[in-house]
Structure formats: structure tokens, C-alpha cells
């Protein structure tokens, strides 16, 4: 069955029962426990999708906890850092505020 997505991108796709958003998110959360974590053109790469769809698929699934992303490293004037998105290991942690 074919269904219409909208995210808050704007961005609207009809899409296959496998872009469902509890589909994408097992399968994302699968290859990121198996291959470690990916940019988001890594993901699109994998799916067959446009970087722009892999992008709000995977902002989807951070909203809902099964992923984080990874801003850091190091860059130069000028040059974006790339964003790795990893599972989030962290649902469901309760901090004790001790260390």
C-alpha cells in the first residue's frame, strides 16, 4: 500500500510500506548496530534515496529517540563538520548526578 508522508521540512513523498517510520527506524538502527555509525550521505547511499528524504528520515527517528547524532571533530575555517548519527544508547538513562 502507497502512503503520503509529510515532514516538517515540507517535504512530502508517497512511499512503500519499507519507509514506513517504524520500518526505516529498525532497519537504520540495525545498520548503525552492525556497521557502526553513518553520515547521513552514508544512509542515503544505503537506502537508494536522496540525501534530502535520508535526512528527514533520520531526524524522524532522532525525535523519537533511536538515534543520536555526533557533531564533533575538527574542522577549518569555513568547512562544515560532518554529522554522524549513531544509536541512541542513552533512552531510557536515568543520571544519578553522581559520577
Not at 72 to 97: C, H, K, L, T
Amino acid at each position: 500500500m502507497i502512503r503520503q508522508r509529510t515532514f516538517p521540512s515540507g517535504l512530502v513523498v508517497l512511499h512503500s510500506p519499507r519507509y514506513t517510520a517504524t520500518a526505516f527506524s529498525n532497519r537504520l538502527c540495525a545498520y548503525l548496530i552492525t556497521e557502526g555509525p553513518k553520515t547521513t550521505i552514508e544512509i542515503a547511499e544505503k537506502e537508494g534515496i536522496a540525501v534530502a528524504l535520508a535526512k528527514d528520515l533520520v531526524g524522524d527517528v532522532e525525535k523519537e529517540g533511536g538515534t543520536c547524532r555526533d557533531e564533533g571533530g575538527s574542522a577549518g575555517v569555513g568547512v562544515s563538520i560532518e554529522v554522524r548519527w549513531w544509536v541512541n544508547v542513552f533512552v531510557g538513562y536515568v543520571w544519578d548526578g553522581q559520577d
